[in-house]
């Protein structure tokens, strides 16, 4: 069988995996939250985030910019308040781009985090729709 890839994940090597784990459960709310091989794999939708301790790794990330993780999410204000609450830092705050909503965060390494709630056109334009 002939089967095209498909990319299944990700994973985030850091110094701290409890601390990015705990602030990516709290804050983003996975389908599901396991531990696999010494990972901590969260699952949004069909994409898992796995977490590894590295101890080769910095303790920020050199260019942050490299690699955006980006969430498509229900209600983007309420994603935003539980960033806050838990003392994120932003790059961009949320905003409304043409009624779509977008917000760039720092995780606790310092990865670039992007939330965004597309409006029905916009999600229809992608779709092809409009």
Do not use: C, K
């Not at 994603?79 to 790059?91: C, F, K, N, P």
Request: hydrophobic share 40%; glycine share 6%.
């Amino acid at each position: 069988m002939n089967r095209r890839p498909s990319l299944d994940s990700m994973l985030l090597a850091t110094r701290d995996p409890d601390r990015l784990h705990a602030w990516y459960a709290a804050v983003l709310d996975p389908q599901e939250d396991d531990g696999m091989d010494g990972y901590r794999v969260l699952r949004f939708g069909h994409f898992h985030l796995l977490i590894d301790h590295r101890s080769d790794v910095a303790a920020e990330p050199a260019e942050p910019a490299r690699t955006i993780l980006n969430f498509d999410v229900g209600d983007a204000r309420a994603v935003a308040a539980r960033m806050d609450a838990a003392g994120t830092e932003w790059l961009a705050p949320l905003e409304d781009r043409d009624g779509s909503l977008f917000a760039t965060a720092l995780d606790p390494d310092g990865n670039y985090v992007q939330i965004i709630q597309l409006s029905e056109q916009h999600r229809a334009a992608m779709d092809g729709g409009a």
